[in-house]
Protein backbone atom coordinates (compact mmCIF):
# COMPACT_ATOMS: atom_id res chain seq x y z
CA UNK A 1 0.00 0.00 0.00
CA UNK A 2 1.62 3.01 -0.81
CA UNK A 3 1.79 5.72 1.83
CA UNK A 4 2.54 9.82 0.96
CA UNK A 5 3.74 12.07 3.77
CA UNK A 6 4.62 15.48 3.13
CA UNK A 7 7.05 17.82 4.52
CA UNK A 8 8.79 21.41 4.38
CA UNK A 9 5.72 23.76 4.52
CA UNK A 10 6.33 27.00 6.46
CA UNK A 11 5.47 30.75 5.97
CA UNK A 12 8.17 32.86 3.91
CA UNK A 13 8.15 36.65 3.00
CA UNK A 14 6.67 36.93 -1.00
CA UNK A 15 9.75 36.25 -2.81
CA UNK A 16 11.10 34.38 -1.16
CA UNK A 17 11.87 29.74 -1.48
CA UNK A 18 10.42 27.08 0.20
CA UNK A 19 11.22 23.13 -0.59
CA UNK A 20 8.47 21.22 -0.12
CA UNK A 21 9.44 16.92 0.16
CA UNK A 22 6.94 13.80 -0.16
CA UNK A 23 8.15 10.88 1.41
CA UNK A 24 6.85 8.37 -0.06
CA UNK A 25 6.53 4.17 1.54
CA UNK A 26 5.22 0.82 -0.26
CA UNK A 27 7.05 1.95 -3.74
CA UNK A 28 9.68 3.62 -5.38
CA UNK A 29 9.45 6.65 -7.09
CA UNK A 30 11.22 5.80 -9.87
CA UNK A 31 7.99 3.60 -10.91
CA UNK A 32 5.47 6.37 -10.19
CA UNK A 33 3.98 9.12 -12.02
CA UNK A 34 3.37 11.69 -8.92
CA UNK A 35 1.79 15.16 -8.87
CA UNK A 36 1.83 18.16 -6.25
CA UNK A 37 -1.75 19.38 -5.77
CA UNK A 38 -2.60 22.80 -3.60
CA UNK A 39 -5.83 23.86 -2.42
CA UNK A 40 -5.77 27.98 -1.42
CA UNK A 41 -8.20 29.40 1.15
CA UNK A 42 -12.16 29.33 0.12
CA UNK A 43 -10.83 27.85 -3.59
CA UNK A 44 -11.00 24.38 -5.00
CA UNK A 45 -8.01 22.17 -5.46
CA UNK A 46 -5.87 22.69 -8.09
CA UNK A 47 -3.09 20.39 -10.10
CA UNK A 48 0.52 22.01 -9.42
CA UNK A 49 2.63 20.36 -11.08
CA UNK A 50 3.13 16.65 -12.27
CA UNK A 51 6.06 14.37 -13.15
CA UNK A 52 6.17 11.07 -15.09
CA UNK A 53 8.32 7.35 -14.91
CA UNK A 54 10.19 8.94 -17.16
CA UNK A 55 10.59 12.61 -15.74
CA UNK A 56 8.38 14.31 -18.00
CA UNK A 57 7.01 17.08 -16.06
CA UNK A 58 3.93 19.63 -16.26
CA UNK A 59 3.05 22.75 -14.50
CA UNK A 60 0.12 24.70 -13.90
CA UNK A 61 0.46 28.36 -16.13
CA UNK A 62 0.49 30.12 -12.58
CA UNK A 63 3.90 28.43 -11.32
CA UNK A 64 5.78 27.55 -14.80
CA UNK A 65 8.88 29.45 -14.00
CA UNK A 66 9.24 29.33 -10.64
CA UNK A 67 8.34 25.72 -9.49
CA UNK A 68 10.11 22.73 -9.73
CA UNK A 69 8.87 19.20 -9.67
CA UNK A 70 11.31 16.65 -8.96
CA UNK A 71 12.26 13.00 -7.48
CA UNK A 72 14.94 11.51 -5.79
CA UNK A 73 15.15 7.48 -6.57
CA UNK A 74 17.51 7.10 -3.81
CA UNK A 75 15.58 8.92 -0.46
CA UNK A 76 12.46 7.69 -2.61
CA UNK A 77 11.41 10.97 -2.10
CA UNK A 78 8.96 14.04 -4.36
CA UNK A 79 10.42 17.20 -4.21
CA UNK A 80 8.54 20.68 -4.88
CA UNK A 81 10.92 23.80 -5.53
CA UNK A 82 9.03 26.49 -5.20
CA UNK A 83 10.91 30.02 -6.12
CA UNK A 84 9.56 34.15 -6.66
CA UNK A 85 6.51 33.14 -3.92
CA UNK A 86 4.08 34.98 -3.91
CA UNK A 87 0.71 35.96 -1.51
CA UNK A 88 -1.32 33.64 -4.05
CA UNK A 89 1.25 30.06 -3.55
CA UNK A 90 -1.01 30.39 -0.48
CA UNK A 91 -2.43 27.08 0.36
CA UNK A 92 -2.37 23.83 1.27
CA UNK A 93 -0.05 21.58 -0.34
CA UNK A 94 -0.79 17.60 -1.42
CA UNK A 95 1.11 15.12 -3.19
CA UNK A 96 -0.60 12.43 -5.04
CA UNK A 97 -0.48 9.33 -7.68
CA UNK A 98 -0.92 7.72 -9.39
CA UNK A 99 -1.54 10.33 -12.43
CA UNK A 100 -4.83 10.78 -13.57
CA UNK A 101 -6.48 8.80 -10.89
CA UNK A 102 -5.05 9.92 -8.06
CA UNK A 103 -6.51 8.14 -5.25
CA UNK A 104 -3.92 7.86 -3.10
CA UNK A 105 -3.08 11.27 -0.99
CA UNK A 106 -0.87 12.74 1.92
CA UNK A 107 -1.82 14.82 4.57
CA UNK A 108 -0.51 17.97 3.01
CA UNK A 109 1.42 20.58 4.48
CA UNK A 110 0.67 24.21 4.76
CA UNK A 111 2.29 27.14 2.61
CA UNK A 112 2.01 31.04 3.93
CA UNK A 113 2.96 33.91 2.05
CA UNK A 114 3.11 37.34 3.32
CA UNK A 115 3.52 40.16 0.98
Known amino acids: QVQLVESGGGSVQAGGSLRLSCAVSGSAVGWMCLGWFRRPPGKEREEVATITTEDYTTYADSVKGRFTISKDNAKNTLYLRMDSLKPEDTAMYYC?????????WGQGTQVTISS
Open 96 to 104: ASPCGSWYT
